[in-house]
């Protein structure tokens, strides 16, 4: 069985909890083999290769293809709408002095992604008759951007669609932006009386706050509030499940989760509430079974343990009257379908069915009446809707092309080196391979005791590479490659320098190894001759990419395309030299989530610039500008004043000026680019 066949079989059957990885351990079991990456054919590239290399149909339908200028587009409204050349809109951008790194966010797809949740949950309350509805809410933490936040309410008013606050300032948040009548405010996290009493009072403004007791603490407190302010508060409870989720964030759940209360400590809290005369405060169950769940199982799991907790909340007296399945709502990463970490193994409408009916049939066995389903899906909201594009400054490559003919004058290390490039096929590839490394290691023992020169060590190191590049050749035309060799596709591979930094754009993909489609948005009618990983602006090893989505695996390069030499008049495009290449533009995408707040400042790199984009009949319109942090802002933040820096710059040019050191001319150019700098953009410029 081939391993498109094995992840096949992991595909969307709610009773397949397989995991992937395992399945590739089988596969490969007694055959000491691994995959490489499929080499794109050299035979005519098509825009239709570049779909399939590039997974963009999996991930990204209906947002994102490619077009025939092999560009790819946008459609903000998927299909019900218009699309946009992604290539074209960023060099429109660039025209309006907004550099690179640019994130671009797309309002218009965060107002399909709401109408499409509340439609599946919809479709969903016809087809099982299910008497109640579904309020849904965005979970402020997700991305706490002021923009999107009043953008999401905007989009969720005619589902009164709310919020969930997890923090203090996010409560702070919530109560000043969601105005929309009749929709959920979910009051999570950690609490104090200040937090409790602001959410309280929020009822007197018309809204409506639920306190969501999630540590045995906070219900005294909550009791306290009520009666001191007279204001009955509308309270649920979030519990502990011993259904577990999978994933990266599985350990949310079960008995020693971070958040939430045993059944112990409900029946307790309920106890609380009776003897204080508020039981019927208690309206509404949580739970969260983590984030990303890409197996429909876990949610189907989940929801039948909280269901009957649901009933017997209600049994015992609570005006139980909302459900609320928390997060979890998975983003297919990949586009495999599967139940890998980065995939889901379900669609949006197998989620909201299989919540609808369970919840129906749990009340429908008590005849209790159905609560209000809620659920706080941000991932699946804000993922899709902000695409981050970033240029490449330049590569670093092994050396590559054809050796000089060796000299009988040469070290033996060298001809030996020389007669193993030479005699390298298909049937002695790995032998081969071995053989060269061995007489690589021994060229440079032999430099480090005075026996081969400086020169000659180079060669050496030359000739291994070259001895490499065509055992690749040959490994990439095999369907598999002994396992000894399956690193040779990732040591060769070029390093491509990006305009961007990990930590501050894509932290997750440094913290969590967390998947996310990257890919050129330009020159997709070419063939991707190149194997790179990414490396970014930061003087940190960490500050690199080098895990991307593959239908197979995770695949440790990413195909991208050769820099070209910017052409001038009567010149013929080459390989380009750093700084003289014609621009490249790469795009993250599916990054909306998370990624935006979570960034830091590692090497001062500050946030990027980014810009608000939304279709109209006539093309598209600039909504807002967010410029990235200036040299200035972000020494601000680590307690540097610009006008004292410059001071200090002035004292030491007159200081020099005195000395003779430096020239008047000097020390002008010095202090006019640290003053002009200071006020630039963080990241380079073309």
């Known amino acids: 069985m081939g391993a498109r066949a094995a992840k096949a079989s992991l595909k969307t059957d709610a ?25 794109p054919s050299t035979n005519g590239w098509s825009i239709e290769k570049s779909e399939e290399l590039y997974r963009i149909t999996g991930w990204g339908e209906p947002y994102f293809s490619i077009n025939a200028a092999g560009h790819v587009t946008v459609s903000p409204e998927g299909d019900r709408g218009g699309s946009l050349d992604l290539f074209d809109l960023v060099n429109a951008l660039k025209q309006r002095n907004l550099g690179l790194p640019l994130l671009i966010r797309f309002s218009d797809i965060l107002e399909d992604r709401i109408e499409r949740l509340n439609a599946a949950f919809a479709k969903a309350i016809a087809r099982y008759n299910y008497p109640g509805v579904y309020r849904g809410v965005f979970p402020v933490k997700c991305n706490q951007q002021r923009h999107l936040v009043e953008a999401l309410v905007r989009f969720g008013k005619p589902h009164q669609f709310g919020l969930e606050a997890g923090s203090k300032p996010e409560l702070m948040i919530a109560l000043a932006t969601l105005k929309t009548p009749g929709a959920l405010l979910i009051c999570n996290g950690y609490k104090d009386r200040e937090y409790i009493e602001m959410a309280i009072l929020a009822q007197q403004l018309g809204q409506i706050p639920i306190i969501v007791l999630e540590q045995v603490e906070e219900v005294p407190l909550v009791i306290e509030a009520g009666r001191k302010l007279g204001i009955r508060p509308i309270l649920g409870v979030r519990a502990k499940l011993s259904s577990k989720g999978v994933g990266r964030w599985g350990t949310s759940a079960g008995d020693r989760a971070k958040f939430g209360l045993t059944v112990p400590e409900i029946l307790s809290t309920v106890e609380q509430l009776s003897a204080a005369n508020m039981l019927d405060s208690l309206q509404l169950l949580h739970y969260h079974i983590g984030s990303q769940i890409s197996s429909i199982a876990v949610v189907k799991t989940a929801i039948q343990e909280a269901s009957q907790i649901y009933v017997e909340l209600a049994k015992l007296g609570a005006d139980m009257k909302y459900l609320d399945v928390g997060g979890g709502l998975g983003v ?3 586009g495999s379908k599967t139940n890998f970490y980065a995939s889901k193994n379900y669609n949006v409408q197998n989620y909201a069915n299989d919540v609808i009916a369970e919840v129906k049939e749990a009340c429908d066995e008590r005849k209790l009446p159905v609560p209000t389903l809620v659920s706080e899906s941000g991932r699946a909201i804000a993922s899709h809707q902000s695409v981050l594009v970033f240029d490449v400054l ?5 050396p590559s092309g054809v050796p000089d003919p060796v000299q009988e004058t040469e070290h033996l290390i060298i001809r030996n080196l020389y007669e193993t490039y030479e005699s390298i096929t298909v049937e002695n590839y790995q032998e081969a391979y071995h ?3 061995q007489f690589k290691e021994e ?26 590049e065509k055992i690749l050749v040959i490994a990439r035309q095999q369907e598999y490659v002994p396992d000894d060799l399956e690193d040779l596709e990732k040591i060769m591979a070029s390093i491509y320098y990006i305009n961007l930094s990990v930590f501050q754009s894509a932290p997750d993909s440094w913290a969590i190894d967390q998947l996310f489609p990257i890919m050129p948005i330009h020159r997709l009618d070419e063939e991707p001759t190149k194997r790179a990983t990414l490396a970014d602006l930061t003087c940190d090893s960490d500050g690199k990419i080098d895990q991307f989505i593959d239908l197979k695996d995770v695949k440790p390069v990413l195909e991208l395309h050769p820099l070209r030499k910017a052409e001038g008049k009567g010149q013929k495009a080459e390989v380009a030299t750093p700084h003289s290449h014609e621009p490249y533009y790469l ?6 989530a998370y990624q935006e707040i979570m960034g830091n400042l590692h090497n001062l ?34 307690q540097y ?12 040019t007159e200081l020099a000026l005195q000395e003779k050191r430096i020239t008047l001319q000097e020390s002008q150019l010095l202090l006019q680019n640290y003053e002009r700098s200071l006020s630039r953009y963080t990241y380079l410029s073309a």
């Not at 330049?394 to 092994?398: H, I």
């Not at 795009?587 to 909306?592: C, E, I, K, N, S």
């Open 15 to 39: 009773t397949d909890t397989a995991d992937r990885q395992a399945a590739k351990a089988a596969l490969q079991a007694n055959n000491g083999i691994k995959e490489t990456a499929v080499n």
């Open 332 to 334: 297919d990463y990949d």
């Open 394 to 398: 330049s590569t670093s490559e092994v």
């Open 435 to 437: 053989d060269a490394t």
């Open 443 to 468: 060229a440079i023992s032999l430099f480090n005791f005075g026996y081969v020169s400086l020169p000659e060590r180079a060669r050496a190191e030359r000739l291994y590479w070259l001895c490499c």
């Open 587 to 592: 795009a993250m995408f599916l990054g909306g």
């Open 605 to 638: 790199f500050g946030d990027t610039n980014a810009v608000h984009i939304h279709l109209t009949p006539k093309g598209y319109e600039i909504e807002h500008v967010v410029k990235g942090d200036t040299m200035t802002e972000v020494l601000g933040y680590v």
């Open 641 to 652: 004043d610009s006008e004292d820096l410059i001071e200090s710059i002035r004292q030491q």
